[in-house]
């Protein structure tokens, strides 16, 4: 290995473990930390980000990258790692320090005023923090060279190599297929067994079920742990070290089961790319919707499959016996695919919960090219919810006040959602020819054969292929939404009798 | 504030956030983390640890050290943070980096190899691999300046301002007093309710237990929590956030129950140091031996008194109704205070522990200052167990091969434990009079008066105080063994009938 290249992946392995570290600060004060050390713990955070940012804006690092970005000798794979650790210098060196402080400050007051608005029901209190985030975000795409054109900075940073472009191209069939399918399905009133929730289902009892299948979808209890968290999530601390986390509520098990089925796709990829890449900067996920359509694969498309509860009713009945008694395996599908129009996103089905994503898209994307006024925003969200989801807003708590994410300066971050949906869709489609039938391969309880073709078509890579490569050598063409219409269409066809 | 004063605490302040994240490594490490992440932790945990010791050794902070150092306007506060971070930068720079790696390395391995020779009986497993980090530990006594004493080193790392002669002078009346009262008090036949410990204690309940008494001894918890780990121990990563961990047998809860408050004890001394002291060289504890004096009153003075018997068993009997019945005060009281020459030192009785620790101390000692060959170690050990404890050692896995402490490179430590063990009789002497009797305020369960008598006399100084007068102040006399004497011999003659 050419020395300089080998100094580079040994610089880079310490920013990586540094990364790794703050990892672990943030896993624990969601699920461990007692809460009057939350200031102790974001001064230790933002001493491992600031040594992070230290050595990614070192003059030797950034002359040892700049001098491999000139070397013809390198391979495909050692050029990404040098590509890859380049857009982190860019970014580190280009957005001041300063700047990166402001919005963290500027973002800290705002997720306390968007709470406050939110309790009032009232924008006004929200409105002047949302504007200075939207400022000082168009401040950082100046610094990253993309004043003109603030969202596409934004999303290079979640989805890099998605355009303003590609998401017209795949979200006008969305905004166009899905308004009246969802108009078409609240029509039909259907009979659920919605005795079902008025059980106790203990916490132990779920989260034996949530290690069950946790077991089955082959997440290693060795490099792997679960907790409890108020919103679950997935991290990793290294290739060996993936937390998982969920929340129980004990009138209904569906929730922790889906959301370990949710993050443990998350674990899946993390745990699964390949070893040699631990620890380099093609080492991670390529992209934000690639590793939302890891969950989504799991939770929906497995884990909401008639197959499914055919193949595990016997299972969940081991930890909930006189909950699932006289209830078959076509009541739970039935229960777990309830489509029901509701303001909140997180709470939402298949059906309609890409709609959620694209009214937020549109609206943060005209919020940055001007064509829509902040004053204006709340009116057009209420707009657009009637168009997109046949239903009225009845309070602004539940409109644009709904999500936290703009509070958080995370713009650019919605599509990912709706990318991941539709690439989750599109791999199932691949991988049911190749294994012979999805729904075979789940009825008989074969869940490994899904993992293995996911890591053999997605995880393993990490960075060394682009989103757009890695969908069309797994499934033969790019980023398409006809695999999820066909998937929804079929599906809600059955459960609704459409 | 002297500007060079404030920019050296600022450079300190992200020494100490960095060894605190180290810390929480540690803690995860023992806690949570799945058991294949070992290796990807070394590897972050090292990550800190050369980040902190670049910090350390930085020409620019030992240069603002030095300076201050013949700062004559510094208050005596801020000299003592000027000298203890002086300290570690001594350790630091002349302590080579490789001599570090070297002996961390040692110790790994020599840690695998006790375990195989304790468990195979064959101290010639282990030999080579002791000889070795006694070298190397005499290699780093050499850097340290002590090269003539290099026990007096390791001493010094762990109980600052201790010398040899200071232990003899404290040890050598233990090494007269304690094996007669043990030989005493071991023929006498007591009536214990042995019984007892065929109950089953559910360790939810055991938990709560701990958690009520770890209220009533004052630990916040919104500053702490309380874990499970295979050997229980407290750490703290800064002072809002201090972690107790214990462990649970279902057939006796004095383990976890002793366990709580010793490591609550310790908990107590971190979390109340003056918050002003936080993240500075004065923010810690003075010494071991001190801090070991705060579990050991805590555990024992308090713990296993008749006093707190009669306080809280109605308390206990809400966690163990059955288990308890028919039992009163008297019967916990002779069961928790049972002595019991055996050959675990950890599992030893307030009576025989000292000497555990003092046998351990003579052959270290001897093994450095030469008068004793490696080859001959194992026979001391058993000539001096059955001097001090009346008991044949009956196999070396229970002898020389016993205590793990040596297998990771700690010299000096043991030391410390009988110093805590004094220092905590003295201290209770002291408490007792000025709170009008510790059985009386235990009795009516004001146990913070206890713990503020405590934080006020030691816990809020840091290292502001030497070890020496931290005690001188708070109890009138440099630490003696009378007190010790006075507390053991009375108690037992009570328990034994003596």
Redesign the interface.
């Known amino acids: 290995m050419n020395p300089q290249y080998a100094e580079f992946l040994a610089a880079y392995r ?1 920013i990586a ?2 990364a ?2 703050g990892a ?2 943030s896993w ?1 004060q969601e699920t ?6 939350v ?3 974001a ?2 955070g933002s ?2 980000a ?2 992070i940012h230290a050595k990614i804006t070192d003059p030797a690092f950034a002359g040892l990258v700049n001098g491999l970005l000139q070397d013809a000798s390198l391979s495909d794979e050692e050029r990404v790692n040098v590509r890859e650790a380049k857009r982190d210098i860019d970014k580190a060196i280009n957005v001041p320090v300063s700047l990166v402080e402001r919005l963290s400050q500027a973002a800290t007051f705002a997720h306390e005023a968007w709470k406050k608005a939110r309790a009032a029901g009232d924008f006004s209190l929200f409105k002047d923090h949302l504007q200075l985030l939207i400022d000082l975000k168009k401040e950082e795409a100046v610094c990253m060279g993309h004043g003109n054109r603030p969202y596409a900075c934004f999303l290079d940073d979640h989805e890099p190599g998605c355009t303003e472009a590609e998401l017209d191209r795949l979200f006008t069939p969305l905004r166009e297929r899905l308004p009246p399918l969802i108009r078409e399905i609240t029509r039909v009133k259907r009979r659920l067994r919605k005795g079902f929730y008025s059980h106790d289902f203990s916490e132990a009892a779920q989260k034996g079920l949530c290690e069950y299948i946790s077991d089955e979808m082959g997440v ?6 679960l ?1 409890t968290a108020v919103h679950p999530f997935s991290t990793s ?5 993936v937390r998982r986390t969920v929340r129980y509520k004990t009138n209904n098990p569906f929730e922790s089961l889906y959301s370990a089925m949710h993050e443990n796709g998350h674990a899946l990829y993390d745990l699964n790319i390949a070893p040699a890449l631990a620890q380099t900067p093609a080492g991670s996920a390529i992209s934000l919707g690639i590793h939302e359509s890891q969950s989504r694969f799991w939770e929906n498309i497995v884990g909401r499959s008639r197959a499914f509860f055919e193949a595990y009713l016997p299972d969940m009945r081991r930890f909930f016996k006189k909950q699932l008694n006289g209830l078959g395996p076509a009541d739970l599908y039935a229960l777990a695919n309830e489509v029901k129009v509701s303001y909140i996103r997180t709470e939402a089905d298949e059906v309609t919960y890409n709609m959620h994503v694209i009214l937020r898209y549109d609206i943060e994307r005209a919020l940055f090219d001007g064509s829509l006024a902040l004053k204006d925003a709340p009116a057009e969200w209420n707009r657009l919810f009637e168009q997109y989801l046949s239903l009225k807003v009845d309070r602004i708590s539940n409109g644009i006040l709904q999500d936290v994410h703009w509070s958080g300066a995370s713009f650019g971050y919605f599509p990912t959602y709706a990318l991941g949906t539709m690439a989750a869709a599109q791999l199932a489609a691949a991988c049911d020819k190749a294994c012979g039938g999805l729904d075979t391969v789940i009825r008989e309880k074969r869940l490994a054969a899904i993992r293995e073709w996911l890591t053999g078509n997605v995880h393993r890579f990490g960075r060394l292929k682009t989103a757009a490569q890695v969908l069309r050598d797994a499934t033969g063409d790019s980023l398409n939404p006809e695999a999820f219409f066909s998937y929804i269409e079929k599906k809600y066809a059955g459960l609704y009798g459409l």
Do not use: H, K, Y
């Open positions: 310490v473990r540094l790794e570290v672990l600060l624990d461990c930390m007692p809460p009057n050390a200031s102790d713990r001064e230790q001493t491992i600031t040594e290693p209890r060795d490099r792997s742990r907790d601390f290294g290739q060996n070290d």
